[in-house]
C-alpha cells in the first residue's frame, strides 16, 4: 500500500501546460429488475443479510443459472438509448477468479460477445459538447457484499474475521464502458462528470434502475493516464474504483491528473494498477497492480444458451423508448424560454421533473423554477435527502405559487405554508385556512400594530423626520413580527409612511 | 460368498411394477429384501456410499399404505432406485465421490431426483463413483474400490461404477448414472447392463454435481433395454431449471423398446463406423469384443436391418478434443470448492490467510485425478493457449458433428463396440491415465456431439460382459432403444435366458 499522505501533488492549472489527460469510465448499473439475473431470488435493497438467496445464487453444486429475460431486455434498451449496436448473435462467459463473494469462483458476464457495441454519448460542458464513445455495454451479476469485521479502516487488513452478504450476489449488472475520451484538457474532470451525470438520466428516463450512488446501484471505475502535450502515445492509465459520487468522479479524475503529474515530472513511470479512491480525503491509493493481475480465463457459459435477440423485438424496443433527457431538456428549455446554464442548474438538481409536472400543475415556469431550485433545494440539502424525496409535490408546489399570486399568501407566509406542507399537515390551501396565514388586509389588527411600532420607538420616528426615509425598514420589521409575518410588508410600509410622515 | 437367488433383486422393472400394481409383494417387502442385500452383499462389492435404509422402508410404507387407501399409484410406485452420488438430494448426503463433500446435507434436489419421487419411486441410496466423474474404473472414487460383480478382481468400470455394480450385483433394480465422455455406457457394458446416455438436453441437468457442463447428461442403467426407456421416460423432458433444457417432449422410447423386442428391423439402416474398431483401427481393441461385436452385427443383420460400413474420420481426434474441453469446464465448474460455503474447509485455524486457506481446503479436498485435470483445463483455459487449445477442440467438437451428420444422411443409427476391452483388473491402469482415457475411445464422438447412444450386451468375452454401442441423431433416442431391445430380445432367445443370469452365483435360470 502506498501512503496517501505521501502523494506529491502538481497544481492543477500549471500541470495542463506540461500534460494531456486521456480518460475513461467504466460504469456498472444494477438493474431495478424483481428478481436476480440468474434465479427468482428478491432484489430489494437493505434486506436482513442472506435472505435473498437460493442454490443458484449460493453457488450450490449442481445449481444452474436461468437468464432473467427482463435483464436483457433493460440492457439493450440502455445500449439503443446510447445509440448502440445491438448483437444478433450474443453469449454470457466465464470470469474466472477466486473470491469468497463470488460464489461460484466465477462471475457470469460478457466478453468478446456483448449484447450491445459502439454507442455514444454526447455531454455538455460549460456551453461545448464533447462526444463519449461507448465501447460496449454488457450484461452480468453482481457479487456478494464482504463485510470485514474488528479492523480499524472496514478493509480486510486487519480485520479479525470476515463476513459475507449474499442478498446482492447475482444482481443483474449492467456494465457500459466508454472508449478513452482525450481532448478534453482541463475539462476532463468536468467531462467525466457530466458523463456520469448524462447517462444516470439516461438510465432513469428509461426505468432500468433507481441509479442510486450512495446505494451502489450506480458505481464507477475511472480511468485517467496523462500525456506530454502533443505526444502521440497516451500514458499509461489507472484504474480508481470505489468512486460513489458525482462529485467524486470529478475529484478523483483531479487528484489522478494532479498525482500523476507529480510521478511523471519527476521522471517516475505511472503503474498501470487498480486504485482506490477516499471520499474523506478526495486522494486515491494504490490497490492491487494489474501486472501481476489474474488471467480470468474467460470462456463462453456452457451452462447457457446464446442469446439471439430477433430484429424486430429490437426495433419495437427502440420505437417504444421514452423521451431521452437530451432531448427533453431543449424541448422543455425552449417552452420555458431558459437559458443552456439554468437548465444545466436545473438537470444537476434533479429538479427537471418536478418542474415539468408542476407546471403541468398550472404554475408557471419561472415560479416552479424559484421554489425547487430555492426553498425546496436548500430544505433537501439539510436534510441530506433528493428533491424528488421531500414530502411535498409538485401539484401542492403549484397550489403553493398559486395562492402567492393570487394574494392570498406572500412569500414570507409561503415558506410557513410549505414548512406545514412538509410536516404532513395538508394541502397548501388548507394550511392556510387551518392556521389563518392568509396577507392580513388594512385590518384594525394591522392598523393597532402600526400605531404600537410607531408609539414604541420615537428615536426612529425622529430619524425618519429628519430625513432618514430607510430607518422605516426598522418598524416594518417590527410590524411583520407582531403580525407573524401575515402583514403584507409593502401595506405596512405605505402605513407606516402615511402616519408618520403624512404623505 | 455368493449370494442365493431371490427373485426380488434379480427381477427386471417391468416385473418389480407388476408384482407391486397386482398386490403380489408389497413395496416394503421389495425395499427389505434390497437393503437386506445390500447389508449381505455390498461390503464385497463396495457399490453403495451412502444407505437411505429408514428413509426407504418409510416411502415404501407410505407407497403400500397409499395402495391399500386405493390412490391411483403410477405403475413405477415402490420400485426401489440406486442413484450415482452426484445426484443432489436434500437432506441425503451427497458427495461426487469427493473428500471436499464430506458431510454436505444438500438443502435442494435435483429434478431427476424430484422426478423419480414423484413417480413413487424409493431411493435406496446414493452409489459410489470416481470423484466429480473422473475416471472409467470408479478407482478414483475418494472413499472406496468398486468392485465388478462379474469378477471382484475387476473393476465395475467408470464414473458410475457404483450405480453398475448396485444393479449387476443385485443391490438396486436400477440405477441413474451420468455420462460426461461415456461414464454410463462404458460401466454399463463391462458389467452386462444397458446404459443409455440421451440427447444432450434432453434430460434436466440441474441438480446434478457438474464435471463438464455441454457434456453431462444423466441417463438410465438397467438389466433390460425397457427398463431403461421406462427410466427415460420419467427423468427426461423440459425443465425450466436448466437452460440448456430441450422443450420438447421424449415420449414413446418404452413403445420403441416393445417394438424392437418384437424382432422387426426391416428398413433400418444401420452403420458400422470404422473408425470405432473396424478395419484399420482394431488397435487396442480385443479379439474377444470386436468378435462379439461382428455377431452382434449380424444377428441385427439377421432381423433384417440393413448394414453398411461408413468412416468417420474425424472420430480419431476425438480423445484429445475430450481431454481439453471437459477439463476446462471442470476448471471452472469446481472452482466453487473452495471452503467459503459449504463442505471442507482447511487451515482455518488463525495462523492462514484467505488464499491460504482456500488452497489448502482444494490441496487437502481433490484426489490426484481431479487436480490433473483441474491444471489441465486451467493451462488450455489461459490468455495466450486458448485458440490452441480450447479453441481448437472446439473446432474437432464441429468437425466431429458434421461427420455424424453425413453418416446419418445414409443410416438411421451407427453402432460400435462400447469400449475396446472387457472390465480390467483393479489397479491395471492407474498409473498410466492415457490407457484410463482410451476406455472411453468409442463412446466420446457422441458425447462430443451431443447424441444419444446406448451400450447393450453383446455377449462375453472370456466370461466378461461385452457391449455394443448404438447411436443415433439428435432427439431419436427412440431408435436406440428399438435397435438394442432387437439385440436384447434375438440373443436371449437364442441362448435361452439373460446374459446377466450368467454372473457367476446369479445361477442360470430364465
Known amino acids: 500500500m502506498t501512503s496517501t499522505m505521501g ?22 448499473v444494477e438493474l431495478g429488475t424483481a428478481s436476480k439475473m440468474f434465479c427468482g431470488c428478491a432484489t430489494t435493497f437493505g434486506a436482513e443479510p442472506n435472505t435473498q438467496t437460493c442454490p443458484v445464487c449460493l453457488g450450490m453444486p449442481g445449481s444452474l443459472p436461468v437468464a432473467n429475460a427482463a435483464a436483457i431486455e433493460a440492457t439493450i434498451r440502455i445500449g439503443l438509448a446510447l445509440g448502440c449496436r445491438i448483437a444478433s448473435w450474443s453469449r454470457f462467459a466465464r470470469k474466472n477468479y477466486f473470491y469468497p463473494d463470488i460464489p461460484k469462483g466465477f462471475q457470469t458476464s460478457q466478453y468478446d460477445e456483448p449484447l450491445c457495441t459502439a454507442g455514444h454519448l454526447d455531454v455538455e460542458v460549460d456551453g461545448e459538447t464533447y462526444r463519449v464513445e461507448i465501447e460496449r455495454v454488457h450484461l452480468e451479476e453482481d457479487t456478494g457484499k464482504n463485510l470485514h469485521v474488528g ?107 494532479r498525482r500523476q503529474a507529480a510521478v511523471l515530472d519527476d521522471g517516475g513511470r505511472v503503474v498501470q494498477e487498480t486504485r482506490h479512491f477516499h471520499e474523506d480525503t478526495g486522494s486515491t491509493s494504490s490497490g492491487r497492480s494489474k501486472e501481476e493481475a489474474t488471467d480470468y480465463r474467460y470462456f463462453p457459459e456452457p451452462d447457457l444458451v446464446p442469446l439471439a435477440p430477433d430484429a424486430d423485438w429490437i426495433e419495437s424496443l427502440r420505437a417504444s423508448l421514452p423521451e431521452l433527457p437530451a432531448a427533453r431538456r431543449a424541448r422543455l428549455q425552449q417552452e420555458w424560454g431558459i437559458s443552456a446554464t439554468e437548465m444545466t442548474w436545473l438537470a444537476n438538481a434533479g429538479a427537471l421533473g418536478l418542474v415539468e409536472e408542476t407546471v403541468a400543475a398550472g404554475a408557471a415556469p419561472g415560479d416552479a423554477r424559484k ?38 399568501i406572500n412569500d414570507g407566509l409561503a415558506r410557513q405554508v410549505l414548512d406545514r406542507v412538509l410536516a404532513g399537515e395538508g394541502d397548501p390551501a388548507a394550511v392556510v385556512e387551518a392556521q389563518g396565514l392568509a396577507v392580513m388586509g388594512e385590518s384594525d389588527e394591522l392598523v393597532a400594530a402600526v400605531e404600537a411600532a410607531i408609539a414604541g420607538a420615537p428615536d426612529v420616528i425622529a430619524k425618519v423626520k429628519a430625513g432618514k426615509v430607510q430607518a422605516l425598514g426598522a418598524l416594518v420589521g417590527a410590524v411583520m413580527k407582531t403580525t407573524r409575518g401575515k402583514a403584507d410588508a409593502p401595506t405596512v410600509k405605505r402605513m407606516l409612511e402615511e402616519r408618520v410622515l403624512g404623505s | 460368498m455368493t449370494s442365493t437367488r431371490n427373485d426380488l433383486t434379480s427381477a427386471d422393472v417391468a416385473e418389480l411394477s407388476r408384482l407391486l400394481s397386482t398386490g403380489e409383494v408389497s413395496a416394503v417387502e421389495v425395499t427389505r429384501a434390497h437393503l437386506d442385500r445390500i447389508t449381505a452383499e455390498d461390503g464385497r462389492l463396495g457399490a453403495y456410499l451412502h444407505v437411505e435404509t429408514d428413509a426407504a422402508l418409510a416411502a415404501a410404507a407410505a407407497v403400500d399404505e397409499a395402495r391399500a387407501a386405493g390412490d391411483e399409484l403410477g ?33 435442494y434436489s435435483a429434478t431427476i431426483a424430484t422426478r423419480l419421487a414423484e413417480a413413487g419411486t424409493v431411493l435406496l441410496g446414493k452409489t459410489n463413483m470416481d470423484e466429480f466423474a473422473m475416471g472409467s474404473s470408479t478407482e478414483n472414487s475418494a472413499y472406496q474400490v468398486t468392485r465388478n460383480p462379474w469378477d471382484t ?19 438396486a433394480p436400477w440405477s441413474i448414472g451420468t455420462d460426461t465422455g461415456g461414464s454410463i455406457r462404458q460401466p454399463a457394458a463391462v458389467t452386462g447392463l444397458v446404459g443409455h446416455k440421451p440427447t444432450y438436453g434432453s434430460v434436466s441437468r440441474y441438480g446434478l454435481i457438474a464435471f463438464s457442463s455441454s457434456l ?53 439402416r444401420i452403420g458400422v463406423v470404422r473408425e470405432l474398431g473396424g478395419e484399420g483401427h482394431t488397435d487396442g ?63 482455518d485455524d488463525g495462523s492462514h490467510d484467505l488464499d491460504e486457506v482456500m488452497a489448502l481446503t482444494r490441496e487437502a479436498g481433490f484426489g490426484p485425478e481431479v487436480k490433473r485435470r483441474i491444471i489441465l483445463g486451467t493451462y488450455a483455459l489461459s490468455s495466450g493457449y486458448y485458440e490452441a487449445y480450447y479453441g481448437q477442440a472446439q473446432k474437432v467438437r464441429t468437425l466431429i458433428t458434421r461427420d455424424f451428420t453425413a453418416a446419418f444422411a445414409d443410416v438411421d443409427v451407427l453402432v460400435s463396440p462400447t469400449t475396446p476391452t472387457v472390465a480390467f483388473p483393479i489397479g491395471a491402469r492407474v498409473e498410466d491415465p492415457i490407457a484410463m482415457y482410451a476406455a472411453d475411445l468409442c463412446t ?31 432427439l431419436a433416442d427412440d431408435r436406440c432403444y428399438r435397435v438394442a431391445a432387437a439385440l436384447e430380445a434375438a440373443q436371449d432367445a437364442a441362448r435361452g435366458h439373460r446374459l446377466l443370469d450368467e454372473l457367476p452365483g446369479r445361477g442360470a435360470a430364465a
Open chain 2, 153 to 171: 478382481d475387476r473393476i465395475p468400470g467408470g464414473s458410475s461404477g457404483g450405480s453398475s455394480a448396485a444393479v449387476a450385483g443385485d443391490l
Open chain 1, 7 to 28: 502523494d506529491r501533488l502538481v497544481d492543477y492549472d500549471e500541470l495542463l501546460t506540461r500534460y494531456e489527460p486521456v480518460i475513461g469510465l467504466e460504469t456498472h
Open chain 2, 285 to 347: 481393441y480385443e479379439p474377444g469384443v470386436l468378435a462379439r461385436t461382428r455377431e452382434a452385427i449380424e444377428v441385427l443383420a439377421g432381423l433384417g436391418a440393413e448394414v453398411t460400413e461408413v468412416s468417420c474420420p474425424s472420430f480419431d481426434l476425438a480423445l484429445p478434443a475430450y481431454y481439453l474441453i471437459a477439463p476446462s469446464e471442470a476448471s471452472s465448474n469446481l472452482a466453487r470448492y473452495e471452503g467459503v460455503r459449504f463442505g471442507l474447509r482447511v487451515g
Open chain 2, 216 to 268: 453431462d447428461q444423466a441417463g438410465p442403467m438397467a438389466r433390460t433395454v425397457l427398463d431403461a426407456a421406462l427410466m427415460h421416460e420419467v427423468i427426461g423432458g423440459h425443465d425450466p431449471r436448466d437452460s440448456t433444457s430441450i422443450d420438447s417432449p421424449l415420449t414413446g422410447l418404452a413403445d420403441a423398446a416393445r417394438a424392437g423386442a418384437a424382432g422387426d428391423l426391416r428398413g433400418v
Open chain 2, 75 to 107: 405403475p413405477l410406485a415402490g420400485v426401489p432406485v440406486a442413484l450415482k452420488d452426484l445426484v443432489v438430494t436434500e437432506g441425503v448426503p451427497t458427495t461426487s465421490g469427493s473428500k471436499i463433500l464430506e458431510g454436505w446435507l444438500p438443502p
Open chain 1, 371 to 408: 421554489w425547487w431550485l430555492g426553498d425546496l433545494a436548500r430544505r433537501a440539502n439539510d436534510a441530506g435527502v433528493e428533491l424528488a424525496e421531500l414530502a411535498v409535490t409538485p401539484t401542492q408546489v403549484a397550489e403553493l405559487v398559486g395562492l402567492v399570486n393570487d394574494g392570498t
Open chain 2, 444 to 474: 466420446l464422438p457422441a458425447s462430443l456431439a451431443g447424441l444419444p447412444a446406448i451400450s447393450v450386451p453383446s455377449g462375453l468375452s472370456d466370461g466378461l460382459p461385452v457391449g455394443l454401442q448404438v447411436m443415433a441423431p439428435a
Open chain 1, 151 to 257: 479492523g480499524a479502516t472496514g478493509r480486510i487488513h486487519g480485520a479479525d474475521h470476515s463476513l459475507i452478504d449474499f442478498n446482492r450476489a447475482g444482481i443483474p449488472l449492467v456494465e457500459i464502458v466508454t472508449r478513452p475520451v482525450p481532448g478534453a484538457g482541463a475539462k476532463a474532470p468536468e467531462v467525466a462528470r457530466a458523463y456520469v451525470t448524462e447517462l444516470r438520466e439516461i438510465v432513469q428516463a428509461l426505468g432500468a434502475s433507481d441509479v442510486r450512488m450512495e446505494q451502489g446501484s450506480l458505481r464507477c471505475d475511472v480511468n485517467i493516464s496523462l500525456n506530454p502535450v502533443g505526444a502521440l502515445e497516451w500514458g499509461t492509465r489507472t484504474e480508481t474504483k470505489n468512486v460513489n459520487s458525482l462529485r467524486s468522479v470529478e475529484r478523483a479524475v483531479r487528484f489522478e491528473m
